[in-house]
C-alpha cells in the first residue's frame, strides 16, 4: 500500500473508481434487465461506429490488396487464354488446311476412278527442274511401274507425260513446253488440230490451222489419241482467241489449259492406256514390209 501511496494518489483513486464502477455495473446488470438496452444503446452509438472507423484502414488495405491480387489473377487468366486462343487457331489453320488436301485428294480419287481403273497420285517435288524446259520432278519411279511416256494428269485435265523414269521418281515434261505438241481435237466440230506449249504458264497454240477454220471461242479442245500418245478424250483446255489474219496462211488460236500448271502440287498418273514407243511402231512397220 505504501508502493502505490508513493506512487501516485490520483491513480490509486482512479483504480478505486474503475473497481467500484465495474462492481456496480455487474450488480445492475445481474438484477436490471434495463442494463441490457442500455448496453445495446451504448454498443450501437459509441462502440460499433468507433470500431468501424478504426477498422477502416485494415479493411481498406485488404479490401485493396484483394483487388489488387484479383486483377493479377485476371491478368494472369487472360495471359493464359490468349495462349490458349493463339494455340487454338494455329490448330484451326492446320485442321482446315488437312480438310481442304483431304478434299483436294477426294477429288483426285474420284478422277482417277473416272478416267483409268488403275491409277496413283504423285507428288511433285520440283515445278522448274529445266532453266529451258517445262519440266517437273515427281516422287514416282520405276519402283512404282511408271514407264517413259506414261500419260500425266490432273483432276481437270491433261497435264504431261513422262519422259524419264528412275527408281524413286521421274521426269515430266508439261503441254505448255514450247517442243511439246500433243495431237488434239475440237469437240464441238471434231476437227483435229496440233497443240504446242508457248512456254507460257498456261497458255498453249493450236498449229498449222488454216483460215477458214470452224474453231471458235469458247470451244474445248481434248486429246484425239492421234499417233498413240495420249489418251483419247483427255480434257487440254479452252479456245481464248481466234485471230484471222489474211497475210498469214494460218490462223493463230490460242488456249487456256484447264489446269494451273504454274503450280501443280499433286499429279495422276494412269495404267489403262500406253502409249505407242518408237521402238513399236518400227517393228509394227517392219512386220508391215
Do not use: C
Not at 127 to 136: D, E, F, G, L, Q
Not at 153 to 159: D, M, N, S, V
Not at 182 to 188: D, E
Not at 202 to 230: C, H, K, M, W, Y
Amino acid at each position: 500500500m505504501d508502493r502505490i501511496y508513493k506512487k501516485s494518489t490520483k491513480e490509486f483513486y482512479t483504480l478505486v473508481f474503475l473497481a467500484l464502477v465495474s462492481a456496480g455495473t455487474i450488480i445492475v446488470d445481474h438484477k436490471y434487465k434495463q442494463a441490457d438496452y442500455a448496453r445495446s444503446m451504448i454498443n450501437d452509438l459509441i462502440v460499433y461506429p468507433i470500431y468501424n472507423i478504426s477498422s477502416m484502414p485494415r479493411n481498406f488495405f485488404t479490401s485493396f490488396m484483394k483487388e489488387y491480387q484479383d486483377i493479377e489473377t485476371l491478368e494472369s487468366e487472360i495471359e493464359k487464354l490468349k495462349r490458349e486462343n493463339m494455340s487454338l487457331k494455329i490448330n484451326l489453320q492446320e485442321f482446315e488446311a488437312l480438310r481442304e488436301e483431304n478434299i483436294r485428294l477426294r477429288d483426285i480419287q474420284k478422277k482417277t476412278k473416272e478416267s483409268s481403273n488403275k491409277q496413283t497420285i504423285a507428288k511433285v517435288l520440283n515445278n522448274s527442274a529445266s532453266p529451258n524446259k517445262k519440266i517437273i520432278i515427281i516422287d514416282k519411279g520405276q519402283n512404282d511401274g511408271l514407264y517413259k511416256g506414261q500419260n500425266v494428269i490432273g483432276i481437270k485435265g491433261l497435264i504431261g507425260q513422262i519422259i524419264e523414269s528412275n527408281s524413286m521418281s521421274s521426269k515430266v515434261i508439261l503441254i505448255n513446253d514450247k517442243n511439246h505438241n500433243v495431237p488434239g481435237v475440237v469437240n464441238r466440230t471434231g476437227e483435229k488440230v496440233i497443240i504446242a506449249g508457248e512456254n507460257k504458264d498456261n497458255e498453249l497454240l493450236i498449229q498449222f490451222t488454216p483460215l477458214d477454220t470452224t474453231v471458235e471461242e469458247g470451244d474445248i479442245v481434248t486429246t484425239s489419241g492421234v499417233a498413240g500418245r495420249f489418251k483419247s478424250k483427255i480434257p487440254i483446255g479452252k479456245v481464248t482467241s481466234v485471230v484471222k489474219d489474211p497475210e498469214k496462211k494460218f490462223s493463230e488460236i490460242k488456249i487456256k489449259t484447264f489446269e494451273n500448271l504454274s503450280n501443280i502440287s499433286d499429279v495422276i498418273l494412269i495404267w489403262d492406256y500406253k502409249p505407242i514407243s518408237e521402238e513399236d511402231t518400227t517393228k509394227e512397220e517392219t512386220n508391215n514390209e
